[in-house]
């Protein structure tokens, strides 16, 4: 599956276009891991504890976004982006969408 943040890929001309795709997951703060980073808060430097949690919630968000696009039989999607929204205090959703396309290699 090709993705792009652009609106057409430039190897590839758009033949139809499918509809909206998107997928989404709704992660909360765990405990443990806000005692590890308030503490590491104190002495500066990368919280990987949610970094880490936020590079699986792309990549989960990602992966729903595609079994869609591929239910629809697309080749690709365009116009990729990601959106962040609380949902309560301590979680959030993280949702990536884009529009699910048919494509066919340009040629030279």
Do not use: C, W
Request: aromatic share 6%; glycine share 8%; no cysteine.
């Amino acid at each position: 599956m090709l993705i792009t943040t652009q609106d057409e890929f430039a190897d590839y001309e758009i033949l139809e276009t499918l509809g909206l795709v998107r997928g989404n997951t709704v992660r909360a703060r765990h405990v443990g891991k806000d005692i590890l980073a308030a503490l590491r808060n104190l002495v500066g430097g990368e919280i990987t504890e949610y970094t880490k949690m936020l590079a699986e919630s792309r990549e989960q968000s990602i992966d729903r976004m595609i079994a869609e696009a591929k239910s629809k039989y697309a080749d690709g999607i365009v116009a990729m982006r990601f959106v962040t929204a609380p949902v309560m205090q301590g979680s959030a959703e993280l949702l990536a969408y884009g529009t699910a396309v048919k494509l066919k290699h340009r040629n030279p």
